[in-house]
C-alpha cells in the first residue's frame, strides 16, 4: 500500500508502528491525535495504516452519504470471533434481509409494550437492594439489562436461566481476546488463561442459546418475539441455519444489554458527582411520578431525564469509536485513499471536541435545553447513524430513561470514597475497576405544588455542592482522576457497608 498518500500522524516506532502508544491509552492516544494533527491523521499498528477522521463530517460521510461504499466486516475481529456472523458484523444482502426481519421488534409502539417488563424487572432488583449497602452497580445493570433484553426478544423469563446467561457474559466480556486493529494478541487456549476462559464462556452461551433453539423447536415457533421469527425465516425457502440463528441471538443479547447497562452506570456516577444535576432530577422524578412506576407516556413529560441521559452518553459513550473499510477508493480532507482502507472515527473524540462544544469535559444537562443552540449534526451520534444505525435505539432510549427514573425513586447512588473511576475502552467504554457504589434510599417522594417546574426544587449549595460543582467543569479523563485524587487526598476512611452482588455473580463467586 502507498503509504505516501496518508495524512501525517504520530510518530511511530520501528515494527509495532503507534500500536504500544495506543494500547497503553486509546482514549488518550485518539485525543491526542486530534489535537496534534487537526481534523484528520494516520496512525499505524505495524504497518498497517488506520486513518483517524474527527471532523463530525467525517461521520456523515462514511455512515450516510458513502455508506454503501464502507463496511464494518473486518474491523473488530475479537467481535466477529464472538458474535459470528450477526446483524453488526455482516454486510450486503444478507444483513439487509436480516435486518428487515428483525426490524418490526424496534417499533415504538412495540417497544412500548417492553416497558412494564423494563420497569418491574428493576423493581425485583431494587426490592434486593438495602440502605447503606455496597454494590458494584455496573454488575447490577449488566445483569439486569440482559434479563430484560433476554424476556422482551426472546421470552426467557425464569431468573435462572436469565443468571446462567449473565454469568456467561460476564466472563465472556472480562476474557474477550485482545486485538489492535487487526492484529490478535497471542492467545493460548488452557483452562487458566484469559483466552481459555473466554473460549469456556463461549462454549457455555453456545450450549445455553441452542438449548433454547432446540426447546423453541420442541414447543412450536409461532410465537410472536424475536427467537420465533428467526426460526420460521426460512419457510420461504432462504432458511436460517441454527448456527446463523445463534449469532443474530448472540448478537442481540450482546448489544442489547452491555451498552444500555454502561449508559446506566456511568449516568448514576455522574449524578454521583453532581448534586446540582441530580437534585433537579430528583425533582423532576417527584413532581411528575411521586411514588408510581413511569410508564412511556410520562417520558414527554420528563424533559430534565432525558438531558441527563443525552448528557451522559456524550461524556461517556458506550460505544466509543466505530470503524469501517473501504470497499473502494475514496477522497477525504485532500486526500486520496486505496480500497482497503480502515477508517476509524470515535464519539470520544468528536463528543469532547472543544470547539464544538465549549466546556466539553463538563457534564451540563442543560446544554440539551431545546432553548440552547442544538450542537452541529452529525458531532453528538451515540448510536451511529445512516442505514446502520442502532437497531435497538429506541429500546435502548426507553429502557434507559424508565430504569434509571425507577431507580432514582427508592435509591440514590453515591460512590464508594477512593475508588477509582477509570474508563477502559474495550468494545465498548467501561469502567476499569466497576463502580463501587452505596445505596442510601431516596428522599420520600412528594407532590410540587402545580405549575412549579421541577428544575427550581433544588436545594441551596451546600460545602457538598460545592465540591460536586468543583468536580462539574472536568468530567472526563482528567476529572475521573482528579475525583479519585481528591477523594483520596481527604483520606475519607472507606465505608465498612455490607457488599451485596447481583444474584449470578453471587452464585459465580459463591458470595451470598
Ligand atoms: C445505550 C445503548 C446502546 C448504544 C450506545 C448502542 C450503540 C450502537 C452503535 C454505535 C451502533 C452502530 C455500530 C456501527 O455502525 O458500527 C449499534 C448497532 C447495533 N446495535 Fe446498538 N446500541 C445500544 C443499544 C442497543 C440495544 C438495546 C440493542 C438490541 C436490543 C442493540 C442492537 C444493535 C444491533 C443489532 C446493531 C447492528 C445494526 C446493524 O448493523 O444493522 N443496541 N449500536
Not at 426490592?127 to 433484553?149: F, K, N, Y
Not at 473501504?326 to 470520544?348: C, D, I, K
Amino acid at each position: 500500500m502507498d503509504t505516501a498518500r496518508f495524512p501525517p500522524g504520530p510518530r511511530r516506532l520501528p515494527v509495532v508502528g503507534n500500536a504500544y502508544q495506543y494500547r497503553r491509552d486509546p482514549l488518550g492516544f485518539v485525543r491526542a491525535a486530534h489535537r496534534e494533527f487537526g481534523d484528520i491523521a494516520t496512525m499505524y499498528v505495524g504497518a498497517w495504516p488506520i486513518v483517524l477522521c474527527f471532523r463530525p463530517e467525517h461521520v456523515r460521510f462514511f455512515l450516510v452519504e458513502r455508506a454503501a461504499a464502507f463496511t464494518p466486516v473486518g474491523v473488530a475481529p475479537n467481535l466477529m470471533e464472538t458474535l459470528g456472523e450477526g446483524l453488526l458484523t455482516t454486510d450486503g444482502e444478507f444483513h439487509d434481509q436480516q435486518r428487515r426481519l428483525l426490524q418490526p421488534a424496534f417499533h415504538r409502539r412495540r417497544v412500548e409494550h417492553y416497558a412494564a417488563t423494563m420497569v418491574a424487572r428493576t423493581e425485583e432488583m431494587l426490592d434486593r437492594w438495602r440502605p447503606g449497602d455496597e454494590i458494584d452497580v455496573a454488575q447490577w445493570m449488566s445483569a439486569l439489562t440482559l434479563r430484560i433484553v433476554s424476556q422482551a426478544l426472546f421470552g426467557v423469563d425464569q431468573e435462572a436461566a436469565g443468571a446462567e446467561l449473565n454469568r456467561a457474559f460476564v466472563d465472556l466480556i472480562a476474557n474477550s481476546p485482545e486485538t489492535i486493529g487487526l492484529i490478535r494478541l497471542p492467545r493460548l487456549n488452557l483452562p487458566h488463561t484469559r483466552y481459555g476462559r473466554y473460549m469456556a464462556a463461549r462454549r457455555r452461551l453456545d450450549a445455553y442459546v441452542y438449548d433454547l433453539i432446540d426447546r423453541r423447536r420442541a414447543a412450536g415457533t409461532d410465537g410472536d418475539d424475536v427467537l420465533s421469527w428467526l426460526l420460521t425465516a426460512g419457510a420461504d425457502g432462504t432458511g436460517l441455519t441454527d448456527r446463523q440463528v445463534r449469532d443474530q441471538t448472540v448478537t442481540l443479547l450482546a448489544a442489547g444489554h452491555d451498552t444500555t447497562a454502561l449508559a446506566l452506570t456511568w449516568t448514576l456516577f455522574l449524578l454521583s458527582q453532581h448534586r446540582e444535576a441530580r437534585e433537579k432530577l430528583l425533582a423532576e422524578l417527584r413532581a411528575v411520578l411521586g411514588d408510581r412506576p413511569p410508564t412511556p407516556d410520562d417520558l414527554s413529560r420528563l424533559p430534565y431525564l432525558d438531558w441527563v441521559v443525552t448528557e451522559s452518553m456524550r461524556i461517556y459513550p458506550p460505544a466509543w469509536a466505530q470503524g469501517r473499510v473501504a470497499l473502494e477508493p475514496f477522497e477525504l480532507e485532500g486526500y486520496r485513499f486505496p480500497a482497503g482502507t480502515h477508517v476509524m472515527f470515535s464519539q470520544w473524540v468528536i463528543h469532547h471536541r472543544p470547539d464544538i462544544w465549549g466546556d466539553p469535559d463538563r457534564f451540563r444537562p442543560e446544554r440539551w435545553d431545546p432553548a440552547q443552540p442544538p450542537p452541529p449534526h452529525w458531532a453528538y451520534f451515540p448510536f451511529g447513524g445512516g442505514p446502520r444505525a442502532c437497531i435497538g435505539m429506541p429500546f435502548a432510549q426507553m429502557e434507559a430513561r424508565l430504569l434509571l427514573a425507577t431507580i432514582l425513586q427508592r435509591f440514590v447512588t453515591r460512590l464508594v470514597p477512593g475508588h477509582p473511576v477509570v474508563p477502559a475502552p474495550r468494545i465498548t467504554l467501561r469502567p476499569k475497576y466497576g463502580m463501587r457504589m452505596i445505596l442510601n434510599p431516596a428522599p420520600a417522594a412528594r407532590a410540587a405544588p402545580p405549575g412549579v417546574h421541577a428544575a427550581s426544587d433544588v436545594a441551596p449549595p451546600t460545602p457538598h455542592a460545592r465540591r460536586d460543582q468543583d468536580f462539574g467543569n472536568q468530567t472526563g479523563e482528567k476529572s475521573t482522576r482528579r475525583v479519585v485524587e481528591l477523594l483520596v487526598a481527604r483520606s475519607v476512611p472507606r465505608a465498612r457497608a455490607p457488599h451485596r452482588l447481583p444474584p449470578s455473580t453471587q452464585a459465580c463467586t459463591g458470595r451470598r
